[in-house]
């Protein structure tokens, strides 16, 4: 059995709740999932000596400038476990310097395929974010981008990945996207 560790980074409960609900139907029975909202890590240690397979930092309604912002705890960067960012997770990795905001928050479907580092045949997916990356740190290679916007980021050295995109608001396309994921990080 696979063990995943989301850290949901959203400022209110109920959205924790929904969230919870489509990341667990875009998984396969079994992956065992361990939830903890970003101000709320206590056990934490516990959880990741529990051979947890990969992490995941979710997306936010908050934003990496804000001086309110939620705070991914050290001991999460810290870790060997593959971690994938999901769009607010991608921005606060990438850093504030390495961002540009629209005026307003955009919603809206792309259609992509996914060639690095793992293949996922062409899937929708959907975006709902104020803030895109446009640069990168060395260490991390571009996987997809569309115009000057990063849409997909990867580091070859421990398999941490960067998405744009909430793979877990489409089942299918969550399902495939999820399910090559953990090949990738558990090969």
Not at 106 to 130: D, M
């Amino acid at each position: 059995m696979r063990k995943i560790l989301i850290i949901d980074m959203y400022s209110s409960k109920q959205v924790f709740a929904l969230h919870k609900n489509r990341f667990k139907r875009s998984f396969e029975n079994d992956v065992k999932i361990y939830f903890r909202r970003w101000d709320n890590i206590s056990g934490i240690e516990t959880i990741l000596k529990k051979n947890i397979d990969g992490i995941i930092i979710s997306g936010s309604d908050y934003f990496v400038g804000d001086k309110t912002s939620a705070i991914i705890q050290p001991i999460i960067l810290k870790t060997d476990i593959p971690i994938l960012s999901i769009c607010y997770g991608l921005q606060y990795i990438v850093g504030k310097k390495n961002i540009k905001s629209f005026c307003n928050y955009r919603k809206y479907t792309n259609v992509y395929i996914i060639k690095e580092p793992f293949y996922v045949p062409k899937s929708k997916y959907y975006f709902y974010h104020r803030d895109y990356v446009i640069n990168l740190q060395s260490r991390f290679a571009p996987s997809i981008i569309k115009n000057d916007k990063i849409i997909m980021i990867y580091d070859k050295k421990n398999k941490n990945i960067g998405i744009q995109f909430h793979p877990e608001k489409y089942r299918k396309s969550g399902k495939m996207f999820f399910r090559e994921w953990l090949k990738y990080i558990c090969s």
